[in-house]
């Protein structure tokens, strides 16, 4: 067989398809890792100026505040824990939260 005789149909095809997985799978890579380094940028941020953000905690339950914008965030469940703070603290809790003394 010749080495300058074009490769057959069944060739082309086989190779254009193995290209496509090959790219498809660099760029399902390529999105995980920029994911991966968005989320990262993102964590602990302010949300709203962008600042790096505290964790506080206030009578065992934490808060993210920011230091610039002086914006406070609770995670997920942290509000539930409102519901354990002593109802006779809660006033104590809130002045906490805003940074006046008793």
């Known amino acids: 067989m ?3 005789e074009k490769p057959s149909r069944n060739e082309d095809e086989y190779f254009a ?3 496509a997985e090959l790219i498809k799978e ?3 890579r390529l999105d995980q890792m920029r994911s991966k380094s968005e989320r990262a ?3 602990m941020k302010c949300p709203k100026c962008g600042a790096d953000l505290e964790e506080k905690e206030f009578h065992h339950v934490k808060v993210d505040t920011c230091p610039e914008c002086k914006g406070m965030w609770f995670d997920a469940g942290e509000v539930d824990m409102l519901k354990y703070v002593d109802r006779n603290a809660i006033g104590r809790f809130v002045g906490s939260l805003f940074g006046h003394k008793p």
Do not use: V
């Open 2 to 4: 010749p080495i300058d």
């Open 17 to 19: 398809k193995l290209d």
């Open 26 to 28: 660099q760029r399902a």
């Open 41 to 43: 940028a993102h964590y």
